[in-house]
């Protein structure tokens, strides 16, 4: 079965910093792009990040977390991550890592909670 | 960048048909066919049901129909039925190789 399960989410204060991890099982991770989208709570879906297979490593952030969140991935662990620093409130957040398919996410983890509060 | 344009709350009774839109500009909506819509239900992940403005993945029910004009994306389920009572997101790609998802719409079966 093919599965996206991230971990790592918690709570957080304001200025701190907490990397997510994504692992990937099922199919051929280091041939699939992947990105990672957010949910606040109560709130719409936002895309935050994407980094390409493994050939030629593109990556792209939102506006919004740029220069603060850095996604990275490990083929050999099928796994994708997401580093977060300068973490603000508006961070709060189910973050949800996506499998991307030519051009839209076909598989999508369970997310995994963000909170971030003093 | 701003998120795309939707209609908070859409309603419909079974069995009618509802359209959502989704609002952009030329530089995503209007500029690719990379438009796609999200169904999701509370707690749980989004669901892909239409892509590439029109296209349905496997799986997914032929009431749901894809359709963009100019700037404009538009989500039409027919024959409406209790289980589609969900959110509903559009997403497109955008000219600065990022993607934006609308603010999603709630659909209620009435």
């Known amino acids: 079965e093919e599965q996206l399960v991230e971990s790592g989410g918690g709570l957080v204060q304001p200025g701190g910093s907490l990397r997510l991890s994504c692992a990937a099982s099922?199919?051929?991770?280091?041939?699939?792009?992947m990105s990672w989208v957010r949910q606040a709570p109560g709130k719409g879906l936002e895309w935050i990040s994407y980094?390409?297979?493994?050939?030629?490593?593109?990556?792209y952030y939102a506006d919004s977390v740029k220069g603060r969140f850095t996604i990275s991935r490990d083929n050999a662990k099928n796994s994708l991550y997401l580093q977060m620093n300068s973490l603000r409130y508006e961070d709060t957040a189910i973050y949800y890592c996506a499998r991307e398919y030519i051009s839209y996410f076909d598989l999508w983890g369970r997310g995994t909670l963000v909170t971030v509060s003093s | 960048q701003s998120a795309l344009t939707q209609p908070a709350s859409v309603s419909g009774s079974p069995g009618q048909s509802i359209t959502i839109s989704c609002i952009g500009t030329s530089s995503d909506v209007g500029g690719y066919r990379y438009v796609s819509w999200y169904q999701q239900y509370p707690g749980k992940a989004p669901k892909i049901m239409i892509y590439?403005?029109?296209n349905r993945p496997s799986g997914v029910s032929d009431r749901f129909s894809g359709s963009k004009s100019g700037n404009t994306a538009s989500l039409t389920i027919s024959g409406l039925q209790a289980e589609d009572e969900a959110d509903y997101y559009c997403?497109?790609?955008?000219?600065?190789?990022?993607?934006?998802f609308g603010g999603g719409t709630k659909v209620t079966v009435l």
């Open positions: 997403s497109a790609y955008t000219s600065s190789s990022t993607l934006l």
């Open positions: 099922g199919f051929t991770f280091s041939s699939q792009s």
């Open positions: 980094i390409s297979r493994s050939t030629s490593l593109t990556i």
């Open positions: 590439d403005v029109s």
